[in-house]
């Protein structure tokens, strides 16, 4: 995967078995964000493939993917900051068409964030980093998503909201979603995850259960700090 020229990503090989939760890490500029743009579609790839439930899906686009079951809450959110909280958790039923349903499920939303409830008329662009991320998940949630692309949700949030972050992460996984983590807080993500990977400079130099990894020396050296 490359940019104007430049390869982002060289050889990244790695699987997300059904009912897993992996984390990726990596310092910044590994290539994480890529990888899971390019698992997406919304960045092209050159070689290789990609493949999801058994068939290749490379080549097809956020939507389509989404179809599938296949969610990705990207960096940075991406919300419709012109839109209320309601409006973009509606964008996320879009693929649906069974009202009744969408709308319990809306509610269920708003029993996992409260805060979002309150807030529902209120434009996203307005929310804290916190809520927006809040509506982020929310709305891939609305999709019903067999699969759930994260990257980086706990970025940038204050300490009380990264714990809320990771148990809703954790609750989704155990209602059976299958979960693929990007995260900088390695220690947090790897202590969740049932195996990890580390991608370093476009490769994956790294895999493991993700508790032995959280235990390794060369993981705890790299990116936990020590
Ligand atoms: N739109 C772009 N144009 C050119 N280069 C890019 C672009 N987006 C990313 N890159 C480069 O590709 C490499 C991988 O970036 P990527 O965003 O995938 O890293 P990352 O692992 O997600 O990092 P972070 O933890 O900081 O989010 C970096 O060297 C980055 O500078
Ligand atoms: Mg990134």
Redesign the pocket.
Do not use: L, P
């Given at each position: 995967m490359a940019?104007?020229g430049?390869q982002?990503?060289k050889g990244v090989d790695f699987e997300v078995r059904e009912g897993e939760l992996v984390s990726l890490i990596?310092?910044?500029?590994?290539?994480?964000?890529?990888?899971?743009?390019a698992i997406t579609g919304s960045l092209p790839i050159n070689d290789g493939d990609i493949e999801y439930l058994g068939k290749s899906i490379r080549g097809q686009g956020p939507w389509d993917l989404v179809k599938q079951g296949l969610a990705m809450v990207p960096?940075g959110r991406g919300i419709f900051t012109r839109m209320t909280i309601l409006e973009n958790l509606q964008m996320g039923a879009y693929i649906r068409n069974d009202k009744p349903e969408i709308q319990m499920d809306i509610e269920k939303v708003f029993g996992i964030f409260p805060r979002l409830k309150e807030r529902k008329d209120q434009l996203a662009g307005t929310l804290s980093g916190g809520e927006q991320q809040m509506l982020a998940m929310g709305r891939a949630l609305i999709s019903r998503p067999k699969v759930l692309l994260l990257?980086?949700p706990s970025m940038g949030l204050s300490p009380i909201m990264v714990d809320k972050i990771f148990e809703v992460v954790r609750d989704v996984y155990a209602q059976g979603v299958t979960v693929l983590l990007?995260e900088?807080n390695a220690s947090r993500a790897l202590a969740l995850a049932n195996r990890g990977y580390v991608?370093d400079s476009?490769l994956i130099t790294m895999t493991g259960e993700g508790k032995t990894m959280l235990k390794d020396p060369k993981v705890r050296a790299a990116y936990l700090g020590e």
């Open positions: 940019y104007g430049i982002a990503v990596g310092s910044n500029g590994a290539g994480k964000t890529t990888t899971m743009k960096e990257d980086e990007v900088q991608m476009g």
